[in-house]
Antibody, heavy 117, light 108 residues
Framework: VQLMESGGGVVQPGRFMRLSCAAS????????MHWVRQVPGKGLEWMAF????????YYAESVKGRFAISRDNSRNTLYLQMSSLRTEDTALYYC???????????WGQGTLVTVSS | SFVLTQPPSVSLAPGETATISCGGN??????VHWYQQRPGQAPVLLIS???DRPSGIPERFSGSKSDDAATLTISRVEAGDEADYYC???????????FGGGTKLTVL
């Protein structure tokens, strides 16, 4: 199983950014997926969830209405579209596979997003 | 919003047994999962659904739950167990994942 995030970098407040997570080594189209973020030196914060078929999506209150999770099962890729970015969105963003029951059994290495003017 | 409470830190000597608690309202009706995160690395799932240890996780790691308190137990602690440990639940009714604040384990 491999999950590889990309798309991070430095972005100005108020702008948008799209993160990608390339998946391999498992049935991506049969797996629910999550995004989790971590401010450097701080704890883990769950961000978003998408069911295997993309029909069901959930978001943390802190990003609802600004972030959108999506997936392309034909490309084995998970996305996180982030808009109206704020300085407090600065964090390492991980994608993770759902094992079932809401546990996350495989994680990528993360991509760093820095929101700064 | 739902909150999971963990002690900020635990310190003990090699060979001792570490217990890390995780408390939350109505935890008895949720599955609790545990993760280990070593410095500079991604989290690793240690325990799923209260007590289930995924393949490859040493038997020294075990989980339990009683009422609204879950516990991660690490037997015969080693220097390599120094890490941050997080509990997590999936709140089915609201469709939200929640992590505890994390516990830093220090092996003296």
């Amino acid at each position: 199983v491999q999950l590889m995030e990309s798309g991070g970098g430095v972005v100005q407040p108020g702008r948008f950014m799209r993160l990608s997570c390339a998946a391999s080594g498992f049935s991506f189209s049969g797996s629910a997926m999550h995004w989790v973020r971590q401010v450097p030196g701080k704890g883990l914060e769950w961000m978003a969830f998408i069911l295997h078929d993309g029909e069901t999506r959930y978001y943390a209150e802190s990003v609802k209405g600004r972030f959108a999770i999506s997936r392309d099962n034909s490309r084995n890729t998970l996305y996180l579209q982030m808009s109206s970015l704020r300085t407090e969105d600065t964090a390492l963003y991980y994608c993770a596979k759902d094992r079932g029951g809401g546990s996350l059994d495989f994680w990528g290495q993360g991509t760093l997003v820095t929101v700064s003017s | 919003s739902f909150v999971l409470t963990q002690p900020p830190s635990v310190s003990l000597a090699p060979g001792e047994t570490a217990t890390i608690s995780c408390g939350g309202n109505d935890l008895k009706n949720m599955f609790v999962h545990w993760y280990q995160q070593r410095p500079g690395q991604a989290p690793v799932l240690l325990i799923s659904s209260d007590i289930d240890r995924p393949s490859g996780i040493p038997e020294r790691f075990s989980g339990s739950k009683s009422d609204d308190a879950a516990t991660l137990t690490i037997s015969r602690v080693e220097a390599g167990d120094e890490a941050d440990y997080y509990c997590q639940v999936w709140a089915t009714t609201s469709g939200h994942g929640v992590f505890g604040g994390g516990t830093k384990l220090t092996v003296l």
